[in-house]
């Protein structure tokens, strides 16, 4: 199986630099491939904008979806771009593995996606959702909080986690075909002891293992 880890947290040494690892580990000596793009690690650029392209089709009005319709049938995208594509298109399964900012992703982790998934070569001309390019792929969030399991419930403070990663399930990766796996969740691993925070990195390992075999989940039900 092919896998790829995108990682987005800016300290190796986080709890988050933590799974990451452990996933490289753990999948590889399972037998799989894997490949990473470690966003902090590489220095990637998540403002998105005309350096996108090696040349634009519109150079006096800039719009990034005509661009990508263009650079899609000219191979005209940056080469930073380009490689990151790439690894989508190369991949069986996609692990995101982050830290849950502002209910979101952070900002290098969605300005990766805001970039690189681009109309024409990722989706569009009625490729999308059950048609989707990455139709067979599937893809896995990985994400810790500061809060507690719950905070993250209907009637707890923060409500669902469903709900807070349905735009991410069903606007990103549903959207582009991908089939979503159950998320691998850790409520506040700053909060927990050693003990529990191995004890979570055992479960990921032991989840890991098993991987090739998972079925994905009804995102609808995340709502
Ligand atoms: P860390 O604090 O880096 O790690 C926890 C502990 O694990 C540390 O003591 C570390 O030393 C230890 N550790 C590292 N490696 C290992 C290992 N191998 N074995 C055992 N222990 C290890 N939280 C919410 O709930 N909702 C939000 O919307 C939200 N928004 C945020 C927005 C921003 C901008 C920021 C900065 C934080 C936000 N948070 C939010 C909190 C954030 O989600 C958590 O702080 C984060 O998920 C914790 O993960 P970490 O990897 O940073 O943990």
Redesign the pocket.
């Known amino acids: 199986m092919k896998v790829l880890i995108v990682y987005a947290?800016p300290?190796p040494?986080?709890?988050?630099?933590?799974m990451y690892r452990q996933a490289i580990e753990s999948l590889q000596h399972a037998g799989h491939e894997v490949r990473v793009a470690d966003l902090t690690g590489q220095q990637f650029d998540p403002v998105s904008g005309r350096h996108n392209f090696r040349t634009l089709n519109e150079p006096d009005f800039f719009k990034q979806q005509l661009e990508e319709l263009h650079a899609s049938r000219t191979g005209g995208f940056a080469a930073e771009i380009a490689a990151e594509q790439e690894k989508l298109e190369w991949c069986d399964i996609m692990i995101w593995q982050f830290?849950?900012?502002?209910?979101s992703v952070p900002a290098i982790l969605k300005g990766w996606v805001d970039r690189v998934f681009a109309m024409g070569r990722i989706y569009g001309a009625g490729r999308l959702y059950a048609n989707g390019t990455f139709k067979g792929k599937r893809a896995l969030l990985s994400v810790?909080?500061?809060?507690a399991a719950a905070d993250y419930i209907d009637g707890g403070l923060n409500g669902e986690l469903a709900g807070i990663l349905r735009p991410l399930h069903r606007g990103i990766l549903e959207f582009t075909g991908f089939t979503v796996l159950e998320p691998q969740v850790v409520y506040g691993?700053?909060r927990l002891d050693?003990q529990a925070?191995?004890t979570e990195?055992q479960r990921w390992h032991e989840r890991l293992l098993q991987l090739e075999n998972e079925q994905g989940i009804e995102v609808g039900r995340y709502r």
């Open positions: 947290h300290e040494q986080s709890f988050n630099g933590a830290p849950l900012w502002w209910f810790t909080m500061g809060g691993p700053a050693e925070r191995r990195l």
